[in-house]
């Protein structure tokens, strides 16, 4: 059984017992659970069920791993040659790591 479910802006495809990476989120600690109820596809043994736009009474519980985890640095580097411009920017997003306790639908 998986479900796509929209967290923080993003579609993701989960089961249970697998660990994700979202969007870092405001105000949680280690161990805390967050429910999410933006379920867009529930796929129950082969019956799919598709949302209009969300499926109603379906929900996703989490637990989270890690509140906060970075992500790479990623440079931004803008140059026009022979005009003396450079530019360099970056920036490193901020994560957090949850693992899907239950799809219920």
Partial sequence: MY??????G???KVEEGKKLYVHHIQG???GATVEFDKVLLVDKEGAVTVGTPTVSGAKVVVEVVNPLVKGDK???FKMKRRKDYRK???HRAQFTQV???QVIA
Wanted: glycine share 4%; no cysteine.
């Fill in 10 to 12: 993003q579609q993701f």
């Fill in 3 to 8: 479900a796509i479910v929209e967290i923080k």
């Fill in 88 to 90: 360099k920017n970056g």
């Fill in 74 to 76: 990623v440079i931004v």
């Fill in 99 to 101: 693992e899907v306790k």
């Fill in 28 to 30: 949680v600690e280690t």
